[in-house]
Structures are given as structure tokens and as C-alpha cells.
């Protein structure tokens, strides 16, 4: 088969259960962005270690959970506490953030102190930033779906009330799973469009020194792509949205997505690997897939909760 062809069939089994888990949110979706994560820690502890760095691999994964954990506060403060029948004291979301931050940094160190192994400040180093780019901002993912539980400050701009009734409620998870499916679907088609429209119009150069095959006509065909997803899915299943928010997460998607994909690339080639590992045939590893999403959902996040839900 080739490779196109196994692309294809990959993405075809794959996607429609990524869509439903985004549909489903709650610790479903929270798990399987888990998976992702600690796989595309292993993933970048692996491009570190082609440059003969050892990061603490372990550690990586486990502080990018904790923070993960960090943006199901909402729903860890409301579910925890009740199995000990409301009396667990539960840290508010920043102490939580702050707590991780203390433990983690000075466990990094100590664990370095013990491990007897070459280059210790690039290990060091190296474990905390995977631990940023790939928990924290894949966290964000999260985040993204647990805006739309029901919370005062996030409803009222939406209904108008926090007293909402279950219809409304309804309806606001109902957004939270299509703006999750509408962001994927934004980036796929971006991508897919990028690729596609480089290859059959592509005649000036992007980014030569890291990614030598992407063009700059690629890139407009993947901004407008992503454009015309958000912009479709405004009018079909996103409309708390105003046309203008729609198009600035397209423009989202359309940018920063494809600078995710230029960062994750310039990494590879330094490590002088084509991709991050052979997990999915046809598509190379889960970072090599999660790229731009790694990018993109951080920005996403910020927007709808300092700006569209402000």
C-alpha cells in the first residue's frame, strides 16, 4: 500500500473514535489526551536522546499529568471531595499549579543528583521543557472542553443567568464537544490542504532550513482551509460563536497550527530523525501527529477564556 494510502486507512479507523471521545468530554476526553501525552513524552524523550541527552523520561510524563490535572479542577474539586463526603479540603486551581510547579522542580534535580549519568544540566533541562510543551499544552486540550461545564463566569455571557436549566445545560455541553470536534477538524483539513495544495501549486519555499517541502502556497491554502472549517462550523454547530471569533480560531489554526508543525520539524531535524517514532503507519509517531494540536490549543484556550467568555 502506499503511503498516502496507509495515511488514509489510519486516519479513517482513528478519527471517528478521537471525534467521539471530544464529543463525550469529561474524564473520558481527559484520558485520552492522558495517553497522548505520556506517548509523546516518550516520543521527545526519544529526539533528545538522539543527541545524546537523557532526560528522566518518568518524571517528563508524570509532572505533564499532574499539570493535565490541573485544568479538570472543575471537575476533581466537585468529585473528589464527595467521595470523603465533602470534607477534603481542595486546593484552589492556581494553588494547584503552584504546588506541582514546587514539587516537581526540585524533584527533577534530586532525581538528577542520583542518576550518574552524562550531560546533567541538559537532562535537566530537557525534562522540564517536555514536561511544558507536551503536559501544558496539551493540558490546554482539556481546558478547552472543561469551559463548557457549567461554571458562573462562563455561562452568563452565553444565557445570561448561572441558574441554568437542563436544556441549557445540555446545550453548553453540546457547544463544549462541537468546538473541540470543530478545532480537530479545522487542523485536519489544514493540514490536508497545506499538503495538497503545496504539492500541486508549491513553487516558493517556507522554511528551507527546517522543513525544505513546505511552500509558502501550501501554507495560504492550509490558513484559508482552516478559515472555511471555522467559519462552516460557526453556522452548523458552534454558533454561541460571532462570525469574527470563528475566524480568528481559523486564524488561529491557519498560523500558529503550522508553526507548531515547523517548531516539532526543526526539533526532528536536529535530532536527524525523520519522525518521532513508527507508532501510526503512515503518519510516524503521536507527536508527529499532535503537533499543531499541541500549538494550537494553548492559544484556543486563552481566547475563549479571556476573550469570547470574558
Known amino acids: 500500500m502506499s503511503n498516502t494510502g ?12 478521537v471525534l467521539a471521545l471530544a464529543w463525550f468530554g469529561g474524564y473520558a476526553w481527559a484520558l485520552f489526551i492522558a495517553v497522548v501525552l505520556v506517548v509523546a513524552a516518550g516520543e521527545f524523550a526519544g529526539l533528545a536522546r538522539a543527541k545524546d541527552v537523557h532526560p528522566q523520561t518518568g518524571m517528563m510524563a508524570a509532572a505533564g499529568l499532574l499539570l493535565l490535572l490541573v485544568f479538570l479542577h472543575e471537575r476533581l474539586s466537585r468529585d473528589i471531595p464527595a467521595l470523603f463526603g465533602g470534607g ?12 506541582i510547579l514546587l514539587l516537581v522542580l526540585p524533584a527533577v534535580f534530586l532525581i538528577e543528583l542520583f542518576r550518574n549519568r552524562p550531560s546533567p544540566l541538559f537532562n535537566i533541562a530537557v525534562t522540564v521543557l517536555g514536561a511544558l510543551y507536551i503536559g501544558l499544552f496539551l493540558g490546554t486540550a482539556v481546558g478547552i472542553r472543561e469551559i463548557f461545564t457549567v461554571r458562573e463566569f462562563h455561562v452568563g455571557p452565553v444565557f445570561g443567568t448561572a441558574d441554568l436549566s437542563p436544556a441549557q445545560a445540555a446545550q453548553l455541553d453540546a457547544w463544549g464537544g462541537f468546538t473541540v ?10 493540514d490536508t490542504a497545506a499538503y495538497f495544495g503545496g504539492r500541486a501549486m508549491g513553487r516558493h519555499r517556507l522554511f528551507p532550513r527546517v522543513s525544505p517541502n513546505k511552500t509558502w502556497e501550501g501554507a495560504i491554502w492550509g490558513l484559508v482551509a482552516a478559515l472555511g472549517t471555522m467559519a462552516l462550523a460557526r453556522w452548523l454547530v458552534v454558533d454561541y460563536l460571532t462570525l469574527a471569533e470563528a475566524l480568528v480560531i481559523g486564524g488561529i489554526v491557519g498560523v500558529i497550527g503550522q508553526l507548531g508543525d515547523l517548531v516539532e520539524s526543526l526539533l526532528k531535524r536536529d535530532a536527524g530523525v525523520k519522525d518521532s517514532s513508527g507508532l501510526l503507519p503512515g503518519h510516524g509517531g503521536v507527536l508527529d501527529r499532535f503537533d499543531s494540536f499541541i500549538f494550537v490549543s494553548p492559544a484556543v484556550f486563552l481566547y475563549l477564556d479571556f476573550v469570547v467568555f470574558a
Not at 496507509?6 to 473514535?17: F, H, K, N, Q, S
Not at 479540603?89 to 504546588?99: K, M, S, V, Y
Open 6 to 17: 496507509t495515511r488514509v486507512l489510519v486516519a479513517v479507523v482513528a478519527i471517528p473514535g
Open 88 to 99: 477534603l479540603h481542595w486546593p484552589l486551581q492556581w494553588q494547584a499549579f503552584i504546588w
Open 181 to 190: 470536534i470543530a478545532l480537530l477538524a479545522s487542523i485536519w483539513m489544514c
